[in-house]
């Protein structure tokens, strides 16, 4: 009986011990610590060693420790714990608790990532979207979010916000995309499945090249804007310029823009021909209608020429002035100046030179000067000075100088035959010149204007007629001129017509030599 006793005492226990229980909170949630603590029922036995499980698997041992705590409880944390204790060396009592089950409940679920749309096109904007919310029984915990791409971080990182707006979507903005939520206290965070978001490209369509100049029309030295445009057309769009002449590009640039501009700082003349442009986003590129630009150029310093008749210009001569301008788009104004005073003006459609006559005074001498304008600014030629040589009473041409050597020839001739008939007469006694001046006065005025420029073909031959008497020193005579044959020239026909038919001479006195005609020479004093 007593050894009995013995054996029943220092016999180990196995049997689950009603002298154990385990401590464990009964609501946990995601984050929160979870502590475990095996305790004794109140006798008089001591606990050695303690060791937990969960799920039948040891979490921890310990000899000194009397608790075990989980940090940081997570979902798989969820499960059944007990522990087991183990009494002083020669109690031999040892069992375990029963066990208790701990859920850990989600503080708040997965997040979910939206986009809108769905399908976006490329240069529209797109939403993203981190959808959870805190579970009831802790709403007050406070969310904040973060929005990633490839790996990379979008947006200003961590935001309270939910929601990320992307202002336009492009086609390299496309790739994985997904948001992570997250508590600050306790820390917990959540990442959402990974979204693929690829922008759908739109091919351009629509293009047009237009062109601007500061001011208006395209002016050599200028600047000059080449605009290329599309309608439609999504993501990177290349757009390019050419000269239709060569096929050469004379520009390019890539941009995300349904517009682009090209600038030529200082236009040339040489710039100016046909142009088109082109634009492409990795579809069917498209070429625009070709566009003619034209390069106006102002006028230079004009250049102003006098064409005169000869060395030197006399009243009545006519003066070619000449201006022109050596570069210049048309059309061209010129006009024509003397001493600052308006001529004229004349305009050159087509551009060149422009003349203006000018019948000459004497008034005319003095500076010629020319302007061109063609709109875009004048220039003024240098002076140009022209002297007017005497008045209208003296100006000489080759026609007047052979008319009055004629006439100066037929007095010449006159005046010899004067006196030879004066000597002949006197040596032969004829009639005294007093009776035929008589004579000649007794005829009337219509007879004697008739027979002047009239005469009768057989009667052209010369009268010498002595209207004074022969022993005086003067002597007055009656010269009749002879026409001309046919064939003379028209100019001297002209003079002579205008003279008339006779004329008297006067004063010829006698000289010292005997010889010829008593030595008288006859002077002209009066034309009739």
């Known amino acids: ?21 385990l401590q464990a909170p009964s609501v946990v949630f995601e984050g929160d610590s979870i502590d475990l603590m095996c305790q004794k029922k109140k006798d008089w036995r001591q606990i050695n060693t303690r060791a937990y499980y969960k799920d039948g698997e040891e979490l921890h041992f310990s000899n000194e420790v009397p608790s075990f705590t989980i940090s940081h409880a997570a979902l798989s944390d969820s ?21 208790v089950r701990i859920e850990v409940q989600e503080l708040f679920p997965r997040p979910v990532l939206t986009v809108s749309p769905f399908w976006p096109i490329e240069g529209s904007p797109v939403t993203l979207t981190c959808k959870t919310q805190p579970s009831p029984q802790r709403s007050n915990a406070q969310l904040r979010f973060c929005f990633f791409r490839d790996g990379r971080a979008l947006g200003s990182s961590w935001s309270s916000s939910p929601e990320l707006r992307v202002p336009a979507m492009w086609s390299e903005d496309s790739g994985s995309y997904w948001c992570q939520a997250e508590t600050v206290t306790p820390r917990v965070r959540k990442q959402s499945l990974r979204s693929q978001i690829h922008a759908q490209r739109v091919p351009v369509s629509n293009i047009s090249l237009q062109i601007w100049a500061p001011r208006g029309p395209v002016i050599e030295g200028g600047n000059l804007v080449l605009l290329c445009s599309v309608t439609k057309g999504t993501g990177n769009i290349t757009f390019s310029w050419h000269r239709e002449a060569t ?5 390019r640039k890539t941009q995300h823009s349904l517009s682009a501009e090209l600038e030529v700082p200082v236009v040339r003349e040489r710039d100016a021909g046909r142009y088109y442009c082109r634009a492409d986003n990795g579809h069917d590129p498209i070429q625009s209608k070709v566009l003619h630009i034209h390069v106006r150029s102002p ?50 459609p087509s551009g060149g030179r422009a ?42 041409d080759p026609v007047t100088a052979r008319v009055l050597g004629v006439l100066c020839g037929g007095l010449g001739f006159i005046t010899a035959a004067l006196l030879f008939y004066y000597w002949s007469h ?22 004697s204007a008739h027979s002047s420029s009239h005469p009768d ?30 064939d003379a020239a028209n100019t001297r026909r002209t003079v002579l017509e205008n ?27 009066e034309q009739h």
Not at 247 to 251: A, E, L, N, P, Q
Not at 368 to 379: H, R
Not at 458 to 471: A, H, R, S
């Open 299 to 348: 006028v230079s310093r004009p250049i102003l020429t006098l064409r005169e008749p000869g060395a030197q210009v006399f009243p009545g001569d006519m003066v070619e002035l000449c201006c022109e301008a050596q570069r210049g788009s048309p059309p061209i104004l010129y006009r024509f100046y003397h001493e600052n005073v308006t001529l004229g003006n004349i305009s050159a």
């Open 1 to 21: 009986m007593l050894l009995w006793s013995l054996l029943v005492i220092f016999a180990p226990v196995s049997e689950e011990a009603d002298w154990l229980t």
């Open 79 to 99: 499960g059944n714990y007990h522990c087991s204790a183990h009494g002083k060396p020669f109690l031999q009592k040892s069992g375990d608790s029963r066990s």
């Open 426 to 447: 006197k040596r032969s006694g004829g009639r005294p010149a007093t009776h035929a001046a008589r004579d000649a006065s007794r005829a009337s005025p219509q007879e």
């Open 499 to 525: 003279e008339d038919s006779h004329v008297i001479y006067s004063d010829v006195k006698e000289t010292e030599s005997s010889e010829g005609l008593g030595g008288r020479t006859p002077t002209r004093m």
């Open 355 to 396: 003349s203006f006559n000018l019948s000459l005074t004497a008034e005319h001498s003095g500076n010629y000067s020319c302007e061109a304008d063609n709109g875009l600014g004048s220039q003024l030629s240098d002076a140009v000075s022209l002297t007017v040589t005497g008045t209208d009473s003296y100006r000489r």
């Open 457 to 486: 073909p057989e009667e052209l031959q010369p009268e010498y007629v002595n209207v004074g008497p022969v022993d005086v020193d003067v002597v007055y005579s009656r010269v009749w001129i002879m026409q001309p044959p046919e």
């Open 247 to 251: 096929g050469t590009s004379v520009g």
